[in-house]
Every structure is written in structure tokens, then in C-alpha cells.
């Protein structure tokens, strides 16, 4: 009968974190920009039906990055939640730090478990609030650890290189075209120092948008609305634009 | 309280499992003691007292549908609220109207409102009109153990159908069976003199302002005829509720234009107190 190797309790924790690290690294980053009148998502995404940015509830999004089937049940778990604690309470009771909570003891018990993978996941948590100081934006990294992020977030692939970039060049005050664009700017970034060219179709980007008058306040923004805000973002920089005045907005979703 | 609990931890497996994009269904598998109509009624003699809605009138145009309700909530020979809203928003596309014992109302559309809410955020798009139908039939018969005590409750549907680029209306009975009215609709206990007048004034070539009209001359005729329908309140300024449903979404008539309505309407019945008359032949 052999004995099994005596693993120290570091040694498989490091295992473990480095397993999760490298799954997540595989995948595509995401950034997430506070700018004037809300909060961007911007992820490179080639596929239209597999989303990586969706919404949670009213005012409160959910980004995610590494392995799609592990982020999804989150998702759908924290969908089934806010609307359950809507439902038993009132949808004011739903928020972006509850969720979150949530999420970092879920994915922290799954680390820590024996019995279970890790899950190769990055979260991220964001709640638009009434002025740009009462938004939340929490980091969620795959240990169950939890980050109160502010003005700029990236996760995923090249996270530590993007952030940097958006950490010396983001403002709170950037009009939604500056911001898509920084964003992009910062997503083109090879670790190698190179530059990549990204396409509007290569991009999947939603806001929550604090001026959005339904209750709803998250969006999608995509096809010529979202080609028009990143040329403007490129030539006119000050331009003082926002989705909501963007023409084709919101007559397809009257209430 | 199951979730109350489970809130300190993190998200039970029910929640993480794959399967349903229901609400209900998840609602009925995880917390079954939270849907409402799920309690067991103590057995009572007669029925049981309680708020009433009453009259809710549906009639269909060329680009859409309107959707429309009194605003009076009876209790037995009382009034028991002279504002109340029975017509709500189910979703951009959609709206429910519901007549029967308000509590039980009010809870229902809310769980409807959500459970298409849900549908959309989980799998990134809304149900086809007639599924939103069908959900809302499966949860009248939910309540079909508080409908035999009494406490029924009877919506009536109406949404644009993007697919079919029409309005639709579907009205329910207390046991969920779901039918779908051509032109017009009237559910409640003033509909049936509100049927009268929607099938004498309604046109299929009426414009969305005109339908309105019709709806609050239907509203009007119940209120004259059934004691438990409010007609509008010009001195206290309180007007039917009229929603429109086009392929630009639900839209609820702002005070002003249903009050201009209600106005038109009632100083008409200054000198016809019958209303506008319909040719014999």
C-alpha cells in the first residue's frame, strides 16, 4: 500500500491559486470605466450570444471573465438571488454589496474546498448609484477575496498591464465616447508591448447609465450606435455626448 | 424564512443548479411558502369579505392595443378605495389588468412583472407574447384553491406582438383557461355592460386616440349600470387608467390626455346621457 505525498497546506493552497490563475489568463480581459453619467463595460467578445457583461437588476451589472460555464451559474445564481430578495423585500433592498458578499463566500468556500476545483473565474460587481461618489465597484478575483475598486477596473488576461494604463490616463468626469475609447486603447495592449486593432464587432460594451430614465438602468450598446460613439470618441474628444441623447435610443424600449 | 438564513453564506446549490429560466418554477422548487395562493385556507362559512377591483376593458387598433381600467376597489356595498390602479406595465411589450380581490391581485402581477423580467436577464431576451400568455395562465391556476373560497382573481393580458406586428388580447377565466379575443374584451364585474358599448363603438379602423375614447365610453357605460365600477371623478380629479401598447412599447396616457378624454366623454352625456347611438341598420 502506498503512502500519498505529504502536500503542505501552502504548497496546495499556491497549487491551487496558480491553477485558477493560469485558467483565468487564458481568457480575453474586460475593463470596466466609471465615466460622468455611469459606469462602462468593456470586453473583448467576439461572440453576440455569449455575453460576459449582463445585467443583475436594476441598477447593478455583472462582468465576468475566465470559464464560461463557471461564470454563467454565478450569474444566473445572482440573478435568482436579487430577485428573490426583491421579491421577499422590495427591489431597493437589492444591492451591489450584498451581491457581492455573496459571491466572494461563494467562490472563497469552492477555493478552499478539497472537494472541488477551483473556479477559473474574475467577477465583477457594479452598482450605478445617484452621483458618480455613490457608485460600487467590486473585483471579486477567484479566491473568494473582494476588491472596492474605484474610477477603473481590469480583469482577466492581461489585467495588470491594462490597469496601469487606465490608472494614468482615467478621469471621473470622461463623456461615454472618451471613456469607450481609453477603453479600447487600453484592450489593444499586448503584454509584448504591441498594439492590436479592434473592431466595434470584436466588442461587446454596456453601461449602466444613471440618466436612463426606466428603472432599468443597464443597456447594451452595440451595431452603429456603438461605431458612432468610438469615432467620436477618436476625433472629438470633448464632445459632450451622452447615450441617451444618441438618436436611435430608446424608441425600441418604450415604458 | 429559508433565504433569510442562507443570506449570511454563500448561494445554496439551488441556486447555482442549470435549468429553468422560471422565476416561478425556481420560486416553487426553493421556497414554495412564498408564492402567493400557496396556503391552505382555514375553512370559512360563505366568502370571504374583502377588496374587490372591478371593470377592466381591452379593445385593439391598427398599430396596437389599448389596455384600460376603473379606478374603484369595493368592499361588499362599500367603497373601499377611490384611486386604485389595476392596470400595470408586465414588461416593455406588455400589460396585465386584473379584477378580483386586489391583495391577492397586486401580489400576482408582481410576481408576472418578475418572472418576464427574470426570463429576459437569464437568457438574454424576452418570451414570445404567447409564452407570456401562457405563464400568466399557469399562475391563475395556481391560485385556483383561493378562487373556490372566494378570492378569484381574473386578469386580462394585452401586448403587441412584435413577431406578428399586432396588438393581441387575451382574457382568463379563475381556472387559468386562456383565450384569446378578437377586437375587444371586457373582464370584471361591470363588463358586461361595458362588452355592450365596446361592440357597438369598436372599429378596427379606429386611430389609438379614438380607441381611447371608446374604452372610456365603455368605462363610462359600466359605471352608469354596475354600482361597483367607478366612472371619472372630474371633482376629485381622479380618471380610468389607459395604457396603449404599440411596437414603441407600453405607454401609460398622462393625466392630462385622460382627463381631456374623460371630459370629451362626459360633457357628451350632458346631452346624451346614453352616449353616442349606433345606426339600426
Redo the contacts between chains.
Sequence with gaps: MSTPFYVSPQQAMADRAEYARKGIARGRSLVVLQYADGIVFVAENPSRALHKVSEIYDRIAFAATGKYNEYESLRIGGTRYADLRGYTYDREDVTARGLANLYAQTLGNIFSSAAEKPYEVELLVAEVGETPAHDEIYRLPHDGSIIDEHGSVAVGGNSDQIGSYLDQRHRDDLSLGEALRLAVESLTRDSNGGERELTADQLEVAVLDRNRAQQRKFKRVSGPQLARLLDEGQTAPAAEESPESAPEDGDDEGK | ?A?NSH?????PAA??R?GSSS?LD??SD??PE?LPGSQVLPPVQGAVEAVHGTTIVAATFAGGVVLAGDRRATMGNMIAQRDVEKVF?AD??SAVGIAGTAGLAVELV??FQ?EL??FE??E?HALSLEGKANRLSAMIRGNLGMALQGLAVVPMFAGYDLERERGRIFSYDVTGGRSEELGFAAVGSGSIFARGALKKLHREDLTEQQTATVVVQSLYDAADDDSATGGPDLARRIFPIVTV??E????RLGEAEVSEIARTVTEGRLSQPNGPLAPVL
Excluded: S, W
Design positions: 424564512m433565504a443570506d449570511q453564506g454563500r448561494l441556486f447555482l442549470p422565476f425556481f420560486l426553493y421556497a412564498r406595465p416593455e411589450y408582481k410576481l418578475l423580467e427574470h436577464k437569464v438574454g401598447i404599440t414603441d412599447g407600453f405607454r
